[in-house]
């Protein structure tokens, strides 16, 4: 049985790499392109005025092809699950679980009590499983730590009048052309959210945004402090929007899926099982007691019990070079 956490609901990957190898952070495990860097070096000069975020604004509607007034920049996908939380005295805030459990924490902060509707394994979207009642669902796509891709009219399927669906689309860039995203959806109801933390490797940008009903992004940009997204967190959205980032985000969307699939012929070799996925991570059942043994031997991959719907057999580990998934993969086969 894994350690016991106080909130297991906001426990994150990053605190269980230290120094150890880190298989646990979904972040690319790559160089941030020098057109980024130079646009985040150059948001320097300007940090003597106060911030604003007009110009990422319209790169967001822009790059989107949606009104401005349909398009909102936030201090990454963790100020919009606040702002979402906040918006409303939800009568019943459904999250769909295996998933992220940030806007779950977020709602519980703001004083909700939370529904969960947990999938069972292979964790497909079943739309029937939410109550008829429920005035918001949060749900990821692809999910994180499923690694599950929804198909589009499952989730259109989930709007109604009434209600508010958030889709989290924090790894939707994993996929090249992103065939999944509904960021071109224009229902009423409907807010999508994105981060650019995993994808150019900048955590410590808060960087983010949302799409949606025209009045619901109006409502949630007013629930925003002033001044929340900093000028270079504003400078990342821009540049990344840019034609140069477009492909460069192709590109690593290429690459995560060929190191992916070494991770899990890897998996397979060794007898592991696993859950196929679309995203920079494999969830896999690597059995009670392989977290900690891992961490015995340097290696730090994310434990999934604190996800619902989880227990401590499973691991989410991260995609990484074939060198480094190497290094994982012999372990396990001596730790099996």
Same mark, same amino acid.
């Given at each position: 049985m894994a350690d016991a956490l106080p909130d297991p609901l906001r426990h994150h990957g990053d605190v269980e790499v230290g120094d150890l190898l880190d298989l646990a952070v979904n972040v690319y495990d790559g160089p941030r392109p020098p057109w980024l860097d130079a646009a985040l070096r150059a948001s320097l000069d300007e940090v003597g005025a106060y911030p604003t975020s007009e110009r990422a604004r319209t790169a967001v509607a822009t790059h989107h092809r949606r009104p401005e007034d349909e398009a909102l920049v936030t201090a990454g996908a963790a100020e919009a699950f606040t702002l979402v939380a906040r918006l409303r005295p939800w009568r019943r805030p459904v999250v769909v679980h295996p998933q992220f459990t940030e806007p779950h924490a977020a709602l519980e902060q703001a004083g909700h009590e939370v529904t969960p509707v947990v999938l069972p394994a292979p964790f497909l979207l079943d739309p029937a499983l939410v109550p008829d009642d429920a005035d918001l669902v949060v749900l990821g796509n692809p999910t994180n730590p499923t690694g599950v891709v929804h198909p589009p009219a499952e989730i259109r399927a989930l709007l109604r009048p009434g209600r508010v669906v958030v889709v989290d689309e924090a790894f939707m860039d994993c996929l090249p052309g992103e065939p999944a995203s509904l960021t071109g959806d224009r229902s009423a109801g409907l807010v999508v959210l994105r981060s650019l933390t995993k994808h150019w490797s900048i955590p410590g940008i808060r960087a983010g945004y949302l799409v949606g009903d025209p009045d619901l992004v109006a409502d949630l940009a007013h629930g925003q402090v002033p001044w929340s997204v900093s000028t270079?967190?504003?400078?990342?959205?821009t540049a990344c929007l840019s034609p140069e980032g477009v492909e460069e985000g192709r590109r690593r969307a290429e690459e995560i899926g060929d190191w992916r699939k070494v991770l899990e012929a890897g998996l397979d070799e060794i007898g592991v099982p696993y859950r196929p996925s679309a995203a920079s991570f494999v969830l896999a059942?690597?059995?009670?007691?392989?977290?900690?043994?891992?961490?015995?031997? =340097?290696?730090? +991959? &994310?434990? $999934?019990?604190?996800?619902?719907?989880?227990? =401590?057999?499973? +691991? &989410?580990? $991260?995609?990484?070079?074939p060198a480094t998934t190497q290094l994982l993969v012999d372990v396990l086969r001596v730790l099996g």
């Open positions: 270079p967190a504003a400078a990342a959205v059942q690597v059995g009670e007691g392989v977290h900690r043994g891992l961490r015995r031997a =340097g290696i730090a +991959v &994310r434990r $999934a019990d604190t996800f619902p719907g989880l227990d =401590g057999s499973w +691991v &989410r580990i $991260a995609v990484r070079p």
